[in-house]
Structures are given as structure tokens and as C-alpha cells.
């Protein structure tokens, strides 16, 4: 079956960067566009970006681009997620997320939460 | 980028009662590339509904959802104890994909 398995909890300085990894099996990786989502406590759903691992194309929210970057491993099945210049406001869970549409998701990870404090 | 407002922020219902929650965008959906999702607490979402009326796999028939351009409803019909949650509207016609804020379902 399909899953999306992401890396544990982390907890950052401001100013700080985060890398999230997200490892996918039962399905072939290279076929759909990976896409990364966020949530800050107690508010909605952020999108942020995604890539596509057969090309490495990447696309970015423009209210994250030059802080973030996506990248994967082919050879792991695995997704990254860096994002750099940590603040306050980046506390969240950030989820991966992936579906045969390029934009409804039905499967995605178990979340990662990123707290940034001093 | 194209903003969504759900309505109403709290749904109060009772079990069985028929359940209708709106998403309206600021400017029109593209292709009516707009999906619903159901979230519990310290779960990720989980799909219901994508472009607009189809069922994501294993949703059961009482989620419904409906509508075009800038106004959309899901509609649960019968609610069951396990459908008190939050469900967020997405769109993912123009990029930036955007979500609306949530509407929460609880229990009268």
C-alpha cells in the first residue's frame, strides 16, 4: 500500500535551517509530483511547493520562494523539504502530500512538527 | 492569488441531521479544480471530495459535493459520530493552491 513516511520532530533556533525528509513506497516515485503542505498551530493549510521527481522541475510559493527548497533522491524513494531562516511564525506541522491529480491529495505523510525557539 | 472563505466558521448539528458547509473564492475556480478534505485532530487531511463532485476512493456516498465557478457546497447527509471534525476547501486551479480557513462540525 501506499505510504508516505516523514522524518520526527525537530526543534530550531531562529534563524536556523530545517531539512524533512518524506520516504514513499508502494508506488512507483518517479510518477507524481510531490508536494509539501504546512500548519501552523490551531490555523488552516499552507501550501508551499512541489516537485516533480521524474524531472526535478520544482515550483515554488511565492510567499516561500529563496527560503525553501524541494528536492528528492530517486534512488530512496525520498523527498526533501529545506527551509531556511527559521522564525517564530515557521512553528508548524509540515506534511508531504501526492495524488494522481496535480493538486488533490490523497495521500500523505504523518507530519513533522518544526517549533522554532530560542 | 485566489482567496477561499468557508462558511459558517462552527457548524453545531446532531447525529443524523444533514450537514452544509460553502466555500466561495474570490475569483473563479479553474476548471473546477476544487477538492474538500476531513481533518481530525493530530491527523493529516484526508481527501473527500476532488473537482468539485467526485468522491476520493473509499468516501462513503453521504459526502456530496457540489457547485462551480466560485461557489461550492459539501453536503453531508446523514452525519455519523465519526464526521464531527474540521473540513477545509482547497483549490488547485491557479497556482498558488489555496485552502479556506475551516469549518469546524461539532456535536449539539
Known amino acids: 500500500q501506499v505510504q508516505l513516511v516523514q522524518s520526527g520532530a525537530e526543534v530550531k533556533p531562529p534563524g536556523a535551517s530545517v531539512k524533512i525528509s518524506c520516504k514513499a513506497s508502494?508506488?512507483?516515485?518517479?510518477?507524481?509530483?510531490m508536494h509539501w503542505v504546512r500548519q501552523a498551530p490551531g490555523q488552516s493549510l499552507e501550501w508551499m511547493g512541489w516537485?516533480?521527481?521524474?524531472?526535478?522541475?520544482?515550483k515554488y510559493s511565492q510567499k516561500f520562494q529563496g527560503r525553501v527548497t524541494i528536492t528528492t533522491d530517486t534512488s530512496a524513494s525520498t523527498a526533501y523539504m529545506e527551509l531556511n531562516g527559521l522564525r517564530s511564525e515557521d512553528t508548524a506541522v509540515y506534511y508531504c502530500?501526492?495524488?494522481?491529480?496535480?493538486?488533490?491529495?490523497?495521500?500523505w505523510g504523518q507530519g513533522t512538527l518544526v517549533i522554532v525557539s530560542s | 492569488e485566489i482567496v477561499l472563505t468557508q462558511s459558517p466558521g462552527t457548524l453545531s448539528l446532531s447525529p443524523g441531521e444533514r450537514a452544509t458547509l460553502s466555500c466561495r473564492a474570490s475569483?473563479?475556480?479553474?476548471?473546477?479544480?476544487l477538492a474538500w478534505y476531513q481533518q481530525k485532530p493530530g491527523q493529516a487531511p484526508r481527501l473527500l471530495i476532488y473537482?468539485?463532485?467526485s468522491g476520493a476512493t473509499g468516501i462513503p456516498d453521504r459526502f456530496s459535493g457540489g457547485g462551480s465557478a466560485t461557489d461550492f457546497t459539501l453536503t453531508i447527509s446523514r452525519l455519523e459520530p465519526e464526521d464531527f471534525a474540521l473540513y477545509y476547501c482547497?483549490?488547485?486551479?491557479?497556482?498558488?493552491?489555496?485552502f479556506g480557513q475551516g469549518t469546524r462540525v461539532e456535536v449539539k
Open positions: 502530500a501526492f495524488g494522481p491529480s496535480s493538486g488533490s491529495w490523497p495521500y
Open positions: 508502494g508506488y512507483t516515485f518517479t510518477s507524481y509530483a
Open positions: 516537485i516533480n521527481p521524474g524531472n526535478d522541475n520544482t
Open positions: 475569483q473563479s475556480v479553474s476548471n473546477n479544480y
Open positions: 473537482g468539485a463532485s
Open positions: 482547497q483549490q488547485y486551479g491557479t497556482s498558488p493552491w489555496t
